[in-house]
C-alpha cells in the first residue's frame, strides 16, 4: 500500500522531471496524480479540490529555488501546503482556567471516546493534574463498565454514573462532585451517536451548556472516509469544537480525515491514538501527519537533504564521467562520503519514491558505518593510478593493499565487487531516468 | 516574466480544445437524435460516486463505461445515464446477494472478525436475536478477552436476546473460549454458535496469528467449522477496508460480509472495490444499534442509495 502511492509521487516527480519550471503547462499532470493520491488517502472529494487549487496557486508564484529541481521544489510545496493547513494553532488542552475543567469526548460509535478518555487521564496525571473519568454513555451495553475497568487499569478515578440517569444530569452531578473532591480535570466519555441524530445532538449540547467544558473533542476514527466532513460540520455546527482526536492510527490507514475534519471545522488536531492500551497516545505533529497522508515516507527529509549535501556542479560532472563510462574509484570514494554525511543507503534509498520494492534488491550493496570506514581505507592505500584503472589491481597489489589498510584481501576484493556493482546500479539508474540521466537522482542532483 | 506569457497561451489553447471536444460531442449527439448531454453530468456523477468511497479509480471506470455508452446512443438523457448508472451498480453487487442460512450439521459456527470497533458484537446481538426469531438454539460466545467490559457487553446482548452464553475471564485464551462454547454447544444440541472477537487491525501479524490459531482450532473440534467467518466492515471507513478485507482474507478465509452504519450519511461505496479483491457475499447491513437493525444485503437498494 506504502509502495502503491510512493509510486504515485514517482509519477509525479516524473511529469515536472527535466523541465525547467513550474508552469501551467507542467503542473496539471502532477497535480492529477496529486488529487488522486489524495482520494486514495480518504481526503474528502472537494477538500483535495480546495487544496490542490492552493497548491497550484502558491507553487506557480514561487520563486524558483535554484538548488531544488522543479519535482523536488513542487514536493515541497504540496507537503509545506498540506502541513500548514492542518498545523499552526496550540494544540495543548485548555487547562488553564479554574478547576475543575470539564473535557467533553464526542464522536460517532466506535471511533475510540472510552478509550481516548482513559488515555487523556491517564496523560493527565502524568502531568501531575487529578484528572476524574465520567462515564455518560447510558445507551451501549456496558458502556458504563468499559471506563470503569479503564479507569481501574490505571488506578483513576471513576465517577459512579446511574446507569438509569439523563447523561445530562450525570455530567452535571460529576463536576458537581468532582469540585469537592480536588479533582481538577473530569473527562466526559459521551456515547456514541450519529451526526444526524437530532435529540442525541440535542443532549451533547445541553451537556455542553451544563458544565461548560474546556474543550470539546471529536473522537474520529483515522480510517474514516469521505463522510468524515459531513459528521465533522455537523458536531461542529452544534457544539463548536476545540479539538480533534485522531484513533487507530497505528494501522496503515493514510488517515485523510485529519485534513478534511480541519478543513472544515478549523479545529485543531489535538493528538493521536496509537493503540489499544492507555499509554498508546501521542501529540499530533502536521508535518508526520502531511507525509502520511501524501504516502512519501521521508521524501522532504531527502529533498533537504540532498539540498545540503550535493552541489549541482559536482553532481553534473559526476554525469558526465558517467556518460563517458570514467566513473573511478576516486569518485566512488567521493560518492561515499556524501552518502555518510547524508545517513545510510539504506535509508537513503528508503526515501526515493518507488524504491521501496527494489530495496530488497540492494542490500548488499549497502555499506554499514563500519564498512563504510574500511573500504574508505582501502581506497585510500591505493595509489592514484590504481584508483583510476582498477583493471591493474593484480594479487600482489592487492596484497598491498590489504596490509595498508589494515583489512584483508578478501576485503579488498569485495570492495572491488561493490564498486563494481555500483557502477552497474549507477548505469542503470541513470538510464532508467529521464534524457537528462543522473542529475534527477536525488543523490546526484 | 516571460513565463506569463506562455501560461496564458497555454491556458488559451486548453480552454479551446475543451469547447472542440465539447462541441463535437454535442454535435455527434445532436447527429444520432439524441439530447445532448453535458460534460458537468458526467463530472456530477463521478464526484458522487467518490463522494461515497467507491474511490477514485473505480468510479472513473464507471463513468468510462456511461460515458462509451452514451456515445453508442443508448442512453438518452440525464435521467437515463443515472438510472444506467445505479443499474450497473446493482449488477456489480447483485452476485453477492446470498444471505446466511443456517443449516445442519449444528452447531453451525460463525465466527465474527474484523477491525476495532466496526460492529462486531452489536452485530452477534442483532444476528443471535433473528436466527433465534427462525427458531434456532443460540449460543454466544465471549471470545474478545482483552477490551475492557467486552464480555459484559455480550453477555448484556445474550440475555436481551436470550441465548446460552459462555465466558472465560478476562485476558484468557479466546481460542480456549471457542473450543469451550463449541463443546457446549454440541453436548446441549445448540443449532449455532455465534464467536466474538477482539476488534484488531489488520496490520498486527500477532494479533492475526492469533485469529488465524481460533479458527484453526474450531475446525479441529467440529470439522467443516467455523461454517462462517464473517468479517464486519464499517461504512463509514474509506479506503481502508480494502487492505482490511484482502488480509483477514489471507489469515481467516472470510466467507462473508456484514456492512454496518449504513443509518449514518456514509454510503460504504468502498465494498465495490472490496468484493472485486475477496469473493465473500455480503450478507447483512447494520442500520442502527438495537436489535432489530439488521438487514439482508440488497443490491438495488445499496446502489439506490449510493448518490
Ligand atoms: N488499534 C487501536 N484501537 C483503538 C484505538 N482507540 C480505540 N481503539 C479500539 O477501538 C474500539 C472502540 O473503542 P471505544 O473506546 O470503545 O470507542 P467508543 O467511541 O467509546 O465507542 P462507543 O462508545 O461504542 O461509541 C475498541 O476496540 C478500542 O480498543 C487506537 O488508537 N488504536
Ligand atoms: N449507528 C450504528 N451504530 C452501530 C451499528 N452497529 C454497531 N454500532 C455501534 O458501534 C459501536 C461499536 O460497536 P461494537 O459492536 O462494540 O463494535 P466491535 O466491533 O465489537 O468493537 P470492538 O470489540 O471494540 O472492536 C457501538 O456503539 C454500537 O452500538 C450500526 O449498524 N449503526
Ligand atoms: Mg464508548
Ligand atoms: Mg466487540
Same mark, same amino acid.
Given at each position: 500500500?506504502?509502495?502503491n502511492?510512493?509510486?504515485?509521487?514517482?509519477?509525479?516527480?516524473k511529469t515536472?522531471?527535466?523541465?525547467?519550471?513550474?508552469?501551467?503547462?507542467?503542473?496539471?499532470?502532477?497535480?492529477?496524480e496529486?488529487?488522486?493520491?489524495?482520494?486514495?488517502?480518504?481526503?474528502?472529494?472537494?477538500?483535495?479540490?480546495?487544496f490542490?487549487a492552493?497548491?497550484?496557486?502558491k507553487?506557480?508564484?514561487?520563486?524558483?529555488?535554484?538548488?531544488?529541481?522543479?519535482?523536488?521544489h513542487?514536493i515541497?510545496?504540496v507537503?509545506?501546503?498540506?502541513?500548514?493547513?492542518?498545523?499552526?494553532?496550540?494544540?495543548?488542552?485548555?487547562?488553564?482556567?479554574?478547576?475543575?475543567?470539564?473535557?467533553?469526548?464526542?464522536?460517532?460509535?466506535?471511533?475510540?471516546?472510552?478509550?481516548?478518555?482513559?488515555?487523556l487521564?491517564? &496523560?493527565?496525571?502524568?502531568?501531575?493534574?487529578?484528572?476524574?473519568?465520567?462515564?455518560?454513555?447510558v445507551?451501549?451495553?456496558?458502556?458504563?463498565?468499559?471506563?470503569?475497568?479503564?479507569?481501574?487499569?490505571?488506578?483513576?478515578?471513576?465517577?459512579d454514573?446511574?446507569?438509569g440517569?439523563?447523561?445530562?444530569?450525570?455530567c452535571?452531578?460529576?463536576?458537581? &462532585?468532582?469540585?469537592?473532591?480536588?479533582y481538577?480535570?473530569?473527562?466526559?466519555?459521551?456515547?456514541?451517536?450519529?451526526?444526524?441524530?437530532?435529540?442525541?445532538?440535542?443532549?451533547?449540547?445541553?451537556?455542553?451548556?451544563?458544565?461548560?467544558?474546556?474543550?470539546?473533542l471529536?473522537?474520529?476514527?483515522?480510517?474514516?472516509?469521505?463522510d468524515?466532513?459531513?459528521v465533522?460540520r455537523?458536531?461542529?455546527?452544534?457544539?463548536?469544537?476545540?479539538?480533534?482526536?485522531?484513533?487507530?492510527?497505528?494501522?496503515?490507514?493514510?488517515?485523510?480525515?485529519?485534513?478534511?475534519?480541519?478543513a472544515?471545522t478549523?479545529?485543531?488536531?489535538?493528538?493521536?491514538?496509537v493503540?489499544?492500551?492507555?499509554?498508546? #497516545?501521542?501529540? &499530533?505533529?502536521?508535518?508526520?501527519?502531511?507525509?502520511?497522508?501524501?504516502?512519501?515516507?521521508?521524501?522532504?527529509t531527502?529533498?533537504?537533504?540532498?539540498?545540503?549535501?550535493?552541489?549541482?556542479?559536482?553532481?553534473?560532472?559526476?554525469?558526465?564521467?558517467?556518460?563517458?563510462?570514467?566513473?573511478?574509484?576516486?569518485? &566512488?570514494?567521493?560518492q561515499?562520503?556524501? #552518502?555518510?554525511?547524508?545517513?545510510?543507503?539504506?535509508?537513503?534509498?528508503?526515501?526515493?519514491?518507488?524504491?521501496?520494492?527494489?530495496?530488497?534488491?540492494?542490500?548488499?550493496?549497502?555499506?554499514?558505518?563500519?564498512?563504510?570506514?574500511r573500504?574508505?581505507?582501502?581506497?585510500?592505500?591505493?595509489t592514484?593510478?590504481?584508483?583510476r584503472?582498477?583493471?591493474?589491481?593484480?594479487?600482489?597489489?592487492?596484497?598491498?593493499?590489504?596490509?595498508?589498510?589494515?583489512?584483508?584481501?578478501?576485503?579488498?576484493?569485495?570492495?572491488?565487487?561493490n564498486?563494481?556493482?555500483?557502477?552497474?546500479?549507477?548505469?542503470?539508474?541513470?538510464?532508467?531516468?529521464?534524457?537528462?540521466g543522473?542529475?534527477?537522482?536525488?543523490?546526484?542532483? | 516574466?516571460?513565463?506569463?506569457?506562455?501560461?496564458?497561451?497555454?491556458r488559451?489553447?486548453?480552454?479551446l480544445?475543451?469547447?472542440r471536444?465539447?462541441?463535437? !460531442?454535442?454535435?455527434?449527439?445532436?447527429?444520432?437524435?439524441?439530447?445532448?448531454?453535458?460534460?458537468?453530468?458526467?463530472?456530477?456523477?463521478?464526484?458522487?460516486?467518490?463522494?461515497?468511497?467507491?474511490?477514485?479509480? =473505480?468510479?472513473?471506470?464507471?463513468v468510462?463505461?456511461?460515458?462509451?455508452?452514451?456515445?453508442?446512443?443508448?442512453?438518452?438523457?440525464?435521467?437515463?445515464?443515472?438510472?444506467?448508472?445505479?443499474? !450497473?451498480?446493482?449488477?456489480?453487487?447483485?452476485?453477492?446477494?446470498?444471505?446466511?442460512?443456517?443449516?445442519?450439521?449444528?452447531?453451525?459456527?460463525?465466527?465474527?472478525?474484523?477491525?476495532?470497533g466496526?460492529?462486531?458484537?452489536?452485530?452477534?446481538?442483532?444476528i443471535?436475536?433473528?436466527?433465534?426469531?427462525?427458531?434456532?438454539?443460540?449460543?454466544?460466545?465471549?471470545?474478545?478477552?482483552?477490551r475492557?467490559?467486552a464480555?459484559?457487553?455480550?453477555?448484556?446482548?445474550?440475555?436481551?436476546?436470550?441465548?446460552?452464553?459462555?465466558r472465560?475471564?478476562?485476558?484468557?485464551?479466546?481460542?480456549?473460549?471457542?473450543?469451550?462454547?463449541?463443546?457446549?454447544?454440541?453436548?446441549?444440541?445448540?443449532?449455532?454458535?455465534?464467536?466474538?472477537?477482539?476488534?484488531?487491525?489488520?496490520?498486527?501479524?500477532? =494479533?492475526?496469528?492469533? !485469529?488465524?490459531?481460533?479458527?484453526?482450532?474450531?475446525?479441529?473440534?467440529?470439522p467443516?467449522?467455523?461454517?462462517?467467518?464473517? =468479517?464486519?466492515?464499517?461504512?463509514?471507513?474509506?479506503?481502508?477496508?480494502?487492505?482490511?478485507?484482502?488480509?483477514?482474507?489471507?489469515?481467516?478465509?472470510?466467507?462473508?460480509?456484514a456492512?454496518?452504519?449504513?443509518?449514518?450519511?456514509?454510503?460504504?461505496?468502498?465494498v465495490?472495490?472490496?468484493?472485486?479483491?475477496?469473493?465473500?457475499?455480503i450478507?447483512?447491513?447494520?442500520?442502527g444499534?438495537?436489535?432489530?437493525?439488521?438487514?439482508?444485503?440488497?443490491?438495488?437498494?445499496?446502489?439506490?442509495a449510493?448518490?
Amino acid at each position: 500500500m506504502f509502495e502503491n502511492l510512493t509510486e504515485k509521487f514517482q509519477g509525479v516527480l516524473k511529469t515536472l522531471r527535466g523541465q525547467g519550471r513550474i508552469s501551467e503547462g507542467n503542473i496539471e499532470a502532477a497535480l492529477r496524480e496529486v488529487r488522486l493520491a489524495l482520494l486514495e488517502a480518504d481526503v474528502n472529494y472537494n477538500v483535495v479540490k480546495e487544496f490542490t487549487a492552493a497548491v497550484k496557486e502558491k507553487a506557480l508564484g514561487a520563486e524558483v529555488l535554484a538548488s531544488l529541481s522543479p519535482d523536488q521544489h513542487f514536493i515541497k510545496i504540496v507537503h509545506g501546503e498540506m502541513a500548514r493547513m492542518m498545523g499552526g494553532e496550540a494544540r495543548e488542552l485548555n487547562l488553564a482556567r479554574r478547576p475543575p475543567v470539564p473535557v467533553m469526548l464526542v464522536g460517532l460509535q466506535g471511533s475510540g471516546k472510552t478509550t481516548s478518555c482513559g488515555k487523556l487521564a491517564l &496523560f493527565l496525571q502524568k502531568k501531575k493534574r487529578s484528572p476524574f473519568l465520567v462515564p455518560a454513555d447510558v445507551y451501549r451495553p456496558a458502556a458504563i463498565e468499559q471506563l470503569k475497568v479503564l479507569g481501574g487499569q490505571i488506578g483513576i478515578p471513576v465517577y459512579d454514573s446511574d446507569p438509569g440517569a439523563d447523561p445530562v444530569d450525570i455530567c452535571r452531578e460529576a463536576v458537581k &462532585f468532582a469540585d469537592l473532591s480536588g479533582y481538577d480535570t473530569v473527562l466526559l466519555d459521551t456515547a456514541g451517536r450519529l451526526h444526524i441524530d437530532e435529540e442525541l445532538m440535542e443532549e451533547l449540547r445541553r451537556i455542553k451548556e451544563a458544565v461548560d467544558p474546556g474543550d470539546i473533542l471529536l473522537v474520529a476514527d483515522a480510517m474514516t472516509g469521505q463522510d468524515a466532513v459531513n459528521v465533522a460540520r455537523a458536531f461542529h455546527q452544534k457544539l463548536s469544537l476545540t479539538g480533534v482526536v485522531l484513533t487507530k492510527m497505528d494501522g496503515d490507514a493514510r488517515g485523510g480525515a485529519a485534513l478534511s475534519i480541519r478543513a472544515v471545522t478549523g479545529a485543531p488536531l489535538k493528538f493521536v491514538g496509537v493503540g489499544e492500551k492507555l499509554d498508546a #497516545l501521542e501529540p &499530533f505533529f502536521p508535518d508526520r501527519m502531511a507525509s502520511r497522508i501524501l504516502g512519501m515516507g521521508d521524501i522532504l527529509t531527502l529533498v533537504e537533504k540532498a539540498q545540503d549535501t550535493i552541489d549541482e556542479k559536482q553532481a553534473r560532472e559526476l554525469e558526465r564521467k558517467l556518460r563517458k563510462s570514467q566513473f573511478t574509484l576516486e569518485d &566512488f570514494r567521493e560518492q561515499l562520503l556524501r #552518502l555518510r554525511k547524508m545517513g545510510s543507503m539504506e535509508d537513503l534509498l528508503g526515501m526515493i519514491p518507488g524504491m521501496g520494492g527494489k530495496l530488497k534488491e540492494m542490500k548488499g550493496a549497502a555499506p554499514d558505518e563500519g564498512e563504510l570506514k574500511r573500504t574508505l581505507a582501502i581506497i585510500d592505500s591505493m595509489t592514484r593510478e590504481e584508483r583510476r584503472n582498477v583493471k591493474i589491481l593484480n594479487g600482489s597489489r592487492r596484497k598491498r593493499i590489504a596490509l595498508g589498510s589494515g583489512t584483508s584481501v578478501q576485503e579488498v576484493n569485495r570492495l572491488l565487487k561493490n564498486f563494481q556493482q555500483a557502477e552497474g546500479m549507477i548505469k542503470r539508474f541513470s538510464q532508467a531516468g529521464t534524457r537528462k540521466g543522473a542529475r534527477n537522482l536525488p543523490f546526484f542532483r | 516574466m516571460n513565463g506569463q506569457g506562455g501560461s496564458f497561451f497555454s491556458r488559451l489553447k486548453a480552454g479551446l480544445s475543451k469547447t472542440r471536444e465539447l462541441l463535437f !460531442m454535442n454535435v455527434e449527439a445532436i447527429a444520432r437524435g439524441i439530447g445532448p448531454i453535458d460534460e458537468n453530468v458526467l463530472s456530477e456523477l463521478e464526484e458522487a460516486l467518490i463522494l461515497a468511497d467507491t474511490g477514485a479509480e =473505480l468510479s472513473h471506470e464507471y463513468v468510462e463505461a456511461l460515458r462509451a455508452k452514451w456515445r453508442r446512443g443508448e442512453l438518452s438523457d440525464v435521467e437515463a445515464l443515472r438510472s444506467e448508472l445505479r443499474r !450497473m451498480v446493482a449488477e456489480t453487487l447483485r452476485p453477492r446477494m446470498a444471505p446466511l442460512d443456517v443449516r445442519p450439521p449444528y452447531p453451525f459456527v460463525v465466527l465474527v472478525v474484523g477491525v476495532n470497533g466496526v460492529g462486531k458484537t452489536t452485530t452477534i446481538g442483532k444476528i443471535a436475536h433473528c436466527f433465534k426469531g427462525e427458531g434456532h438454539p443460540v449460543l454466544l460466545a465471549a471470545g474478545d478477552t482483552f477490551r475492557a467490559a467486552a464480555i459484559e457487553q455480550l453477555k448484556v446482548w445474550a440475555d436481551r436476546v436470550g441465548t446460552d452464553f459462555v465466558r472465560h475471564k478476562e485476558g484468557s485464551d479466546s481460542s480456549a473460549v471457542a473450543f469451550d462454547a463449541l463443546r457446549a454447544a454440541t453436548a446441549r444440541g445448540t443449532h449455532v454458535v455465534l464467536i466474538d472477537t477482539a476488534g484488531r487491525l489488520h496490520t498486527k501479524s500477532h =494479533l492475526m496469528e492469533e !485469529m488465524r490459531k481460533v479458527v484453526r482450532v474450531i475446525g479441529r473440534e467440529i470439522p467443516g467449522a467455523p461454517h462462517e467467518v464473517l =468479517l464486519v466492515l464499517d461504512a463509514t471507513n474509506g479506503r481502508n477496508a480494502i487492505a482490511q478485507a484482502k488480509t483477514f482474507q489471507e489469515f481467516t478465509g472470510v466467507t462473508g460480509l456484514a456492512l454496518t452504519k449504513l443509518d449514518g450519511t456514509a454510503k460504504g461505496g468502498v465494498v465495490l472495490s472490496v468484493t472485486r479483491e475477496i469473493d465473500a457475499p455480503i450478507r447483512f447491513i447494520g442500520v442502527g444499534e438495537s436489535v432489530d437493525d439488521l438487514r439482508p444485503f440488497d443490491a438495488g437498494a445499496f446502489a439506490e442509495a449510493l448518490f
